[in-house]
């Protein structure tokens, strides 16, 4: 049966007009729901994301969900209101030492340091000794217990007990260090960077804690956590947000356009966003996950010891499968 040319256009255009046509419409990306804090360092890796489309290139859509806490991120989690959010690997074990299914893929090895100013005669630990040393993160924080526990074992002294010890939050602990009502600081990484760009120095960071601890090399702060069985069912979904999220640092490690073009998020411009910049580089994750699980199985029995039930509860060891099981192959 011959179909004129008129035939053939009248049904192409029915196929055009049809909700279905002839070929159904691509399906859309699956949604991964990303919570964080409004104001967090995360949100600067998303944003490239977002920005650069690594998610869509990826076959996947990134939702940004904001929270105004980190313990309010972390109920939405163990509700199942999110499918992925950023936390420590302590947090992570104990809540799977607790019968929680959560795992953690790498995301920043940038961890806080003690700072204190270029001009003070703050050399080594022992010179903290009677000294006003603000902490941020609380009596717990991974970064202190780490430095406390140098400083026992090194030079026998109990910084808690033999120094003044002011707790608070990040930014005010800054503000008083800037004005002189602090000798010293611990504060998380970016805090650092921005006192660094400002006239102080790092006395010892949390990482070289590590290592004098025990760790061979850069062991991740923080990483992206999510449920292994969410991961389990959508592999491919959770496998192609962690290299979106790969691709988002490589071009943050690669282009100082990038951190121009994201300044305003950063809240911060010139020899400050220089700094910024490059201690976020510093802590991108670059080594195998099988010796960071490692290193942090170290470090968690070292934190426990000096930490307690407190802070990782019964569990004397990290619990396997903090670390996701699938980036080893």
Not at 246 to 252: G, H, I, R, S
Not at 309 to 323: N, S
Request: net charge negative; proline share 4%.
């Amino acid at each position: 049966m011959n179909i004129s040319r008129r035939a053939l256009c009248g049904m192409a255009l029915l196929a055009a007009a049809s909700p279905l046509g002839f070929q159904a419409s691509a399906a859309p990306s699956p949604k991964i729901r990303v919570g964080v804090l409004k104001f967090g360092t995360v949100n600067w890796e998303l944003d490239t994301i977002k920005h650069n489309k690594f998610d869509a290139a990826n076959g996947i859509d990134v939702e940004v969900v904001y929270f105004a806490g980190e313990d309010a991120t972390n109920v939405a989690m163990l509700a199942g209101d999110l499918d992925v959010i950023v936390s420590d690997w302590l947090w992570v074990s104990r809540q799977r030492s607790e019968g929680e299914d959560l795992t953690l893929a790498p995301y920043s090895t940038a961890v806080g340091a003690i700072m204190v100013r270029q001009d003070a005669p703050i050399r080594a630990i022992p010179d903290l000794v009677g000294k006003k040393i603000g902490v941020t993160g609380g009596s717990l924080d991974k970064s202190w217990l780490l430095i406390q526990g140098l400083a026992r074992r090194d030079h026998k002294i109990d910084l808690p007990k033999e120094s003044e010890i002011v707790f608070g939050a990040p930014p005010l602990l800054s503000e008083k260090a800037v004005s002189g009502e602090l000798d010293a600081v611990l504060n998380f990484w970016h805090f650092c960077a921005r006192l660094e760009a400002n006239g102080f120095r790092r006395l010892i960071g949390a990482d070289d804690a590590a290592r004098a601890l025990g760790a061979s090399g850069p062991v991740s702060a923080l990483g992206y956590v999510f449920h292994d069985k969410w991961a389990n069912e959508n592999t491919d979904v959770a496998m192609s947000f962690v290299k979106a999220s790969a691709e988002a640092k490589k071009l943050l490690a690669q282009s100082d356009a990038e951190w121009q073009r994201l300044a305003p998020i950063v809240r911060a411009e010139g020899r400050e966003l220089e700094v910024l910049r490059d201690r976020y580089r510093e802590g991108i994750p670059r080594r195998p996950l099988a010796e960071e699980e490692s290193d942090a199985a170290k470090l968690y029995e070292v934190l426990a010891e000096i930490g307690g039930e407190k802070l990782v509860g019964e569990a004397r060891h990290m619990a396997p499968g903090t670390f996701w099981a699938a980036l080893k192959t």
